[in-house]
């Protein structure tokens, strides 16, 4: 049987106060459009409002520290982001695992430090271009997933997002019969990693998702839903991808 559709948001650094009327707004189509689960993950100076204003909506964090507490300035632990109303955090997205060089087993321990204080994880994997053009792409997000896998995962908590990183902001997306193609080898690793359940885990594609590719992506078999980035940031945009999740 075919997952629940998933359409979640990644505000990047983007976002001020004035925006939340944007997350008012989503969280309204997303209200309407029951056929699928919806999320924003905001800056993390949004969330508490974010999550206040909008108290059936899925606000999600960008982030977050494995450590409980202590000595790591500019950090925030899973105890402050579900307090500030978070419900689950994007981990190891492309961006962080480049400009903070977060390796697979930061993403691990976050992971597991996520799901401990009650929340969501979304792990992202995916390949460069050069990785893609010289035949690796399958390998490197394989042993990528299997290195940042938390210990007790299950799909009521954990999901996974494929984003090609020659993909993330270019407009390009790769070919129908490549996303199928990977989404098919996470699921089988899935499987692997921890056998029954798998299937129930949320495989998202990651990449210049628009309201114009939304729905040929989202028929892809194992496609169970997106994470968007500039294409979430206004209601105008991120609509009728959750429009075409929904439907
Ligand atoms: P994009 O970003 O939709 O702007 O390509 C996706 C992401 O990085 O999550």
Not at 3 to 18: E, F
Not at 114 to 120: D, E, K, M, R, S
Not at 135 to 163: H, M, N
Request: aromatic share 4%; with cysteine.
């Amino acid at each position: 049987m075919a997952n629940r559709k998933y359409i979640v948001g990644n505000w990047k650094m983007n976002g001020l106060h004035a925006q939340l009327t944007d997350i008012a707004d989503i969280a309204a189509i997303a209200a309407n459009q029951k056929g699928a689960d919806v999320g924003i993950c905001p800056p993390v100076t949004l969330i508490a409002a974010a999550a206040e204003a909008n108290p059936d909506f899925a606000i999600g964090a960008q982030d977050c520290h494995s450590s409980e507490s202590g000595a790591h300035t500019g950090c925030l632990s899973t105890a402050m982001l579900k307090e500030a109303g978070a419900s689950y955090s994007i981990l190891g997205h492309s961006e962080r695992r480049a400009d903070q060089q977060e390796s697979d087993a930061d993403v691990k321990a976050k992971a597991e430090s996520v799901h401990a204080a009650g929340l969501g994880a979304i792990i992202c994997v995916g390949e460069t271009e050069e990785e893609r053009d010289a035949g690796q792409a399958i390998d490197i997000v394989t042993v990528q997933l299997a290195r940042s896998f938390p210990a007790g995962a299950s799909a009521d908590w954990l999901t996974i997002a494929y984003e090609p990183v020659w993909a993330i902001g270019t407009g390009r997306v790769p070919e129908t019969s490549d996303v199928a193609e990977m989404h098919a080898a996470i699921r089988a690793k899935l499987a692997e990693l921890m056998g029954q359940g798998s299937d129930a885990v949320r495989i998202l594609y990651g990449g210049s998702m628009n309201g114009n590719n939304a729905e040929e992506l989202l028929a892809v078999p194992n496609v169970d839903g997106g994470l968007v980035g500039g294409a979430s940031l206004t209601a105008a945009k991120f609509g009728p991808i959750i429009e075409a999740a929904a439907t």
